[in-house]
């Protein structure tokens, strides 16, 4: 017997979702090559020192203007509420024990997917305005250099504060089983949805007998 699939993200949603992941590599990959003489060799990857040079400050654009597409579709879900306070203050348990069943019941993202969110916006937001100070080929001369000196030490650092997100985001979904098929398929089980998420689960199964009720 086929298990209930519940639909929890759109083919535009997770299509945005790739499309921001293939910038953020790009952009990770000609970074660390600029960032480090030892990390130099990564600009092969993306078609030589110049090139890296070119398209590194454009990607990271272009990852802001799809996340803030992301952003928008997901807002809503990501506003804090007393539920994720509660489910943070036990999150400690739960890397413990690994019982996603004793947490505080939540929603469609949990106060950990939330903080993830909020972070990754604020770290954009800072990589986007520190990048354009120090961008040479269009605003750098016209930015005193002490400026330029401090925009690169904060760009250095919220790119390092977002690559660590995005490998505590990349963990999460891989060691919560039936996470990944979420962002690849679209669906989710509706017992990875009743265990992981009930309250989300409760309204996904109420909608759908609404739906099914005759009219």
């Excluded at 994720?84 to 469609?108: F, H, R, T, V």
Aim: proline share 4%; glycine share 8%; aromatic share 14%.
């Amino acid at each position: 017997m086929k298990k209930l699939q519940l639909q929890r993200y759109s083919a535009g949603q997770r299509s945005n979702h790739w499309a921001v992941v293939t910038c953020f590599v790009l952009a990770a990959v000609s970074g660390f090559a600029l960032f480090h003489p030892a990390l130099f060799w990564l600009t092969a990857l993306v078609g030589g020192p110049q090139w890296a040079r070119i398209l590194h400050p454009y990607l990271g654009i272009a990852m802001f203007v799809l996340f803030l597409g992301m952003f928008f579709m997901f807002v809503g879900a990501n506003v804090w509420c007393k539920e994720d306070s509660a489910w943070l203050s036990s999150a400690s348990k739960l890397i413990s024990e690994g019982n996603a069943a004793q947490m505080p019941p939540i929603g469609k993202y949990n106060g950990g997917q939330k903080l993830v969110f909020w972070l990754f916006a604020l770290c954009l937001i800072v990589l986007l305005a520190t990048g354009l100070l120090f961008w040479q080929a269009w605003f750098a001369p016209s930015v005193p250099i002490w400026l330029q000196r401090i925009a690169v030490v904060l760009h250095a650092l919220a790119a390092f504060g977002l690559i660590l997100t995005v490998i505590v985001h990349a963990y999460a979904a891989i060691w919560v089983k039936g996470t990944v098929q979420a962002m690849t398929r679209g669906t989710v089980s509706a017992g990875w949805a009743r265990h992981h998420h009930p309250l989300w689960y409760r309204e996904q199964i109420q909608g759908r007998s609404a739906k099914a009720q005759p009219k």
